[in-house]
């Protein structure tokens, strides 16, 4: 049984990049599929000391831990990755036992502009090498013009991107 594991780094309902995310989930077809909820306390380490890792971040961490295969759809906020995204990745680094290491992770991204949130795929690999996941190199997944390129439904419609994600789906599903 494959149990895939998905980050949006958006907290917006209508987020292109929780569409995105679920539509490489629809691609992989696992046999369970989880989101990941990362709307959590910021970090701060008095806060760590005096009351211990949040509930919701250790269900996180333990949802990274159990899964097979994590994918992260990342918008772009101001050349990097989201708060949001930044923040988890932060409070799951303070959890025992490294849930990403040897983690196979694919990386996406849909952003407004024109490439397609390419440099906040850039800033989410320098993120989290630390952790020693096994990223996926490729294909790049970078939606650009995020909002024209879903239908009413969430699903995604350019020809090329949805053979991008097939592709890189077809290569988390060999990793994993």
């Keep these: 049984m494959t149990t895939l594991l998905g980050i949006s780094g958006s907290l917006r309902k209508a987020s292109t990049n929780t569409m995105l995310m679920r539509n490489a989930a629809e691609i992989f077809g696992p046999d369970e599929f989880v989101e990941a909820d990362i709307n959590l306390p910021l970090y701060n380490g008095d ?3 005096a009351e211990g890792i949040p509930a919701s971040v250790q269900t996180l961490a333990d ?21 949001s995204l930044k923040n988890a990745l932060d409070w799951v680094s303070r959890t025992k036992g490294g ?5 196979p992770v694919a990386i996406m991204s849909a952003a407004a502009g024109r490439a397609g949130g390419e440099r906040s795929q850039f800033s989410l690999r320098l993120a989290m090498m630390a ?11 970078l939606v650009a ?21 097939t592709e890189l789906m077809d290569e988390l599903r060999a990793m994993t």
């Design 99 to 103: 849930p990403w290491k040897a983690k």
């Design 63 to 83: 949802q990274i831990a159990a899964a097979d295969a994590v994918i992260i759809a990342t918008p772009e906020y101001n050349k990097a990755i989201s708060g």
């Design 131 to 141: 952790f020693r996941p096994r990223i996926l190199q490729g294909p790049e997944v």
């Design 47 to 49: 806060l760590e000391a």
């Design 145 to 165: 013009n995020s909002s024209k390129e879903f239908d009413e439904n969430g699903k995604l419609t350019g020809e090329l991107y949805i053979k991008l994600l």
